[in-house]
């Protein structure tokens, strides 16, 4: 092939010399507009894991590039006069330009031809004049290609909220230092670490606002880095702080880091008569943010993967055929895993655009957050990195024994749970006229004895119109009060769990029909059951099928009220000992509160503190008249996940309202209000929600969504994300997930106290480490 990579970045230049390492016959070009080994930015970072993927694509250069690494395994937090101090991260730094110097010396050894000064205007021509069969747009972060060829790339570029300066220093840090410094005008980050004998990069970052306050947009470079000099002065050790980039004019150093995302990364043009791809990789197809380090991994994975692909298809090109196929496989399989590492970027980068949400913190949770803020590191692979700071650090969290952060006492009013894991409320259609039935005994007192501190009841209404299902639960008679007392009773009676009440009112959800039938979808015509009229904050149907809800009257809303009050009077007789109110998913209270469903025109609709005033009239009336020493919480959708709808911006309003009525803590889920909703999903994908609005809003939050894992719960207490966390599936599976998991937790051999496992529980634990004594010998 005549192989055309436009661009001498890591991707370009990495990609060629695997290509031509490959197969000697193919004609590979790079062209770059720099001239020969010039470059800018300072050093950049590679983990140990992506090194060993270079060792094996091209070991020679991976060989030469080891060698000039500089390899730490500390990460140094400094933050409000204080430092802590991790090992076992291992990571690698080396000058940027080191590492252009061994990729190019390696093509030329190769027989890759590399073309410089050469600024490429027009790809199509340069194709031509090298009959390329395949282009590789390796042009960078501003790429004109991928900007020539937008309609087919559908790029999308987000400019994210902080500035920041990539500079360096004769300071050698020996370890990966974060330094945070805080101004009157709010807080400066430092990312500093060694690439070379004598050198470090030093990248300094802040929120827009607080850089436009200092005035440093319109400061001369030489200002500017003058003020980064005497904010970090105690890290410097009176080394000065250089800028290798000053072909750029005043405070332009300091730039926004642009989000890449681009729908495909394959686009054809006709070029000489022939059909010739053009292929994005590196900057040019994505970017993840310098705060995890991965825009070279990512360029230079780009590279070995699509090599491999050519090589696993080696013998249908002798044949002329399988190119396309190729790059499909290519652009499939890359994307994918991209938006892995984006995922975690953006929760990385939203991290350091927020510092002083987590500026409450002591620096040791505040570390720990830090260090696990892209979710890709969890509490065990910390205690792999570095078990002795880990396990210190749970003393810290505990107040004295070292205990894993999902077992520790969780105390809100006059309730106090053993640990941290509530059992989801999940609707189980097994109610008859309201009342549960022997199955939700079993289904419930079965979780209560499985080990999680609290199993809560699914969402119960207040009226038989409340209801999503006729085989839902109510609340409005004596019959399903002594049903749930009942189960209340078997609960205190044979457990230690506490069990939890959650009232809500279906709205224009209700009347359809159960989960395993046509879900959401209203009752047929033919079947046991009458559709009943349902209501809502204004006369907008949830999707095509349902119903066209009638707008809730003022008449209405004081009797629907007053039915939430008579509820929690009942579920106070039952016995519970936590009531939550359920204003999510779509739901009559959740309804109110969304713009795509409150169309309203009086107090009730328009902003979002008059678009709330119906649910927390409703919220105070409840909690006026549940005992003042049982919590209360709310479950909320912080993002609707649609346009036009609430966004996270809204829940910490939101959740500042409820706050201020008396709330103790907020559930917090995400979407189902529309059938428009586009969630992002992945792992505790809706926890960076319950972050944000527990360290916000300094109110305490329950995560739910993805967490399946014990190593999810221990991650997100440790961090201070949430305070507890609730899990549905692994409970559906396993109703003693919470003592398995403990029992395996316990098999490290750590002797926590007995409160932490007290009477059945401690049975059970017994029993596991019988079990697992016996399979041992």
């Given at each position: ?589 959740s309804a109110f509160i969304t713009p795509l469903t409150n169309l309203r025109s009086d107090e009730y609709g328009g902003s979002i503190e008059n678009r709330c005033r119906y649910p927390l009239e409703v919220f105070r009336a409840m909690r006026a008249a549940w005992p003042a020493h049982l919590p209360m919480s709310v479950r909320i959708s912080a993002h609707d996940w649609a346009p036009g709808g609430n966004t996270p911006d809204d829940a910490i309003v939101v959740a500042r309202l409820f706050k201020e009525a008396g709330c103790d803590v907020i559930d917090v889920s995400s979407g189902q209000t529309t059938r428009q909703a586009r969630p992002v999903y992945g792992r505790m994908y809706q926890t960076p929600f319950a972050d944000r609005i527990r360290n916000e809003v300094g109110i305490q939050t329950i995560a739910v969504g993805a967490i399946s894992e014990v190593d999810h719960v221990n991650s997100i207490i440790a ?59």
């Amino acid at each position: 092939m005549h192989i055309l990579c436009l661009g001498g970045g890591p991707a370009g230049l990495y990609f060629a010399l695997l290509m031509k390492l490959q197969n000697p016959a193919h004609q590979v070009t790079v062209v770059e507009r720099n001239r020969p080994f010039d470059t800018f930015g300072w050093g950049v970072v590679l983990s140990d894991q992506t090194l060993g993927n270079l060792r094996v694509a091209d070991p020679v250069s991976a060989q030469l590039i080891g060698d000039a690494f500089n390899h730490w395994d500390d990460v140094e937090v400094f933050f409000k006069g204080r430092s802590v101090r991790s090992g076992g991260h291992g990571f690698c730094g080396i000058g940027r330009k080191r590492l252009l110097n061994i990729l190019q010396d390696r093509c030329l050894a190769l027989g890759v031809e590399l073309v410089f000064e050469t600024d490429v205007q027009d790809d199509q021509a340069i194709a031509a004049q090298y009959q390329a069969d395949l282009v590789v747009a390796s042009d960078g972060l501003n790429s004109r290609i991928r900007n020539r060829y937008a309609e087919t790339f559908k790029p999308d570029v987000e400019l994210r909220a902080c500035r920041f300066v990539w500079l360096g220093t004769r300071k050698t840090f020996d370890a990966f230092t974060f330094a945070f410094e805080k101004t009157e005008h709010g807080w400066f980050a430092a990312h500093a670490y060694k690439f070379d004998e004598n050198t470090s990069t030093f990248i300094v970052e802040t929120p827009e606002a607080v850089w436009k306050a200092h005035g440093l947009d319109q400061m001369s470079q030489e200002d500017g880095i003058a003020f980064c000099e005497r904010l970090f002065a105690k890290y410097l050790d009176g080394n000065a702080l250089m800028n290798n980039a000053t072909h750029v004019r005043g405070s332009a150093i300091w730039i926004r880091f642009p989000r890449v995302v681009c729908q495909r990364w394959v686009h054809h043009e006709t070029v000489a008569g022939k059909r010739v791809p053009i292929v994005l990789m590196g900057d040019a197809a994505h970017t993840a943010h310098f705060s995890i380090g991965s825009g070279t991994k990512l360029a230079l994975e780009d590279a070995i993967d699509l090599a491999k692909e050519f090589s696993a298809r080696a013998e249908e090109f002798s044949t002329g055929r399988g190119m396309d196929e190729v790059l499909q496989a290519y652009e499939a399989r890359r994307s994918v895993e991209v938006l892995k590492i984006q995922n975690a970027a953006r929760n990385s980068t939203e991290w350091f655009e927020n510092v002083n949400r987590y500026s409450s913190m002591e620096i040791e949770q505040f570390a720990y957050s830090l260090l696990t803020r892209s979710q890709r590191i969890s509490h065990e692979n910390l205690r792999l990195r570095d078990a002795q700071w880990l396990e210190g650090y749970e003393a810290w969290l505990s107040g004295g024994p070292v205990v894993p952060p999902m077992l520790t006492p969780f105390k809100v009013r006059g309730i106090e749970l053993k640990n941290r894991i509530v059992c989801s409320p999940m609707a189980t259609y097994s109610a008859i006229d309201g009342v549960p039935q022997d199955f939700h005994l079993v289904h419930l007192g079965a979780r209560a004895l499985g080990g999680a501190a609290m199993v809560m009841v699914e969402m119960t209404s207040p009226n038989p119109e409340g209801r999503i299902t006729p085989a839902c639960t109510g609340l409005w008679n004596d019959e399903q009060t002594a049903a749930f007392k009942r189960i209340v009773d078997f609960v205190h009676g044979q457990s230690t769990a506490k069990i939890g009440m959650q009232l809500g009112h279906s709205g224009p959800k209700g009347s359809t029909q159960v989960g395993w039938e046509d879900m959401d979808e209203p009752l047929p015509a033919d079947g046991p059951h009458e559709n009943w009229p349902v209501i809502s904050a204004s006369a907008v149907p949830y999707g095509e099928r349902n119903q066209t809800p009638q707008a809730m009257t003022h008449t209405h809303m004081e009797a629907l009220k007053q039915q939430f009050v008579d509820a929690t009077r009942r579920a106070a007789a039952a016995g519970f000992d936590w009531l939550e109110l359920h204003c999510a998913h779509g739901y009559l209270l959740s309804a109110f509160i969304t713009p795509l469903t409150n169309l309203r025109s009086d107090e009730y609709g328009g902003s979002i503190e008059n678009r709330c005033r119906y649910p927390l009239e409703v919220f105070r009336a409840m909690r006026a008249a549940w005992p003042a020493h049982l919590p209360m919480s709310v479950r909320i959708s912080a993002h609707d996940w649609a346009p036009g709808g609430n966004t996270p911006d809204d829940a910490i309003v939101v959740a500042r309202l409820f706050k201020e009525a008396g709330c103790d803590v907020i559930d917090v889920s995400s979407g189902q209000t529309t059938r428009q909703a586009r969630p992002v999903y992945g792992r505790m994908y809706q926890t960076p929600f319950a972050d944000r609005i527990r360290n916000e809003v300094g109110i305490q939050t329950i995560a739910v969504g993805a967490i399946s894992e014990v190593d999810h719960v221990n991650s997100i207490i440790a961090a201070g994300r949430a305070d507890l966390c609730a899990l549905a599936r692994p409970h559906l599976a396993d109703p003693a997930w919470t003592l398995h998991e403990a029992a395996k937790l316990q098999s490290r051999a750590v002797d926590w106290p007995k409160q932490y496992l007290s009477g059945r529980d401690q049975l059970y634990r017994d029993i596991s480490k019988q079990k697992e004594l016996a399979a041992q010998s």
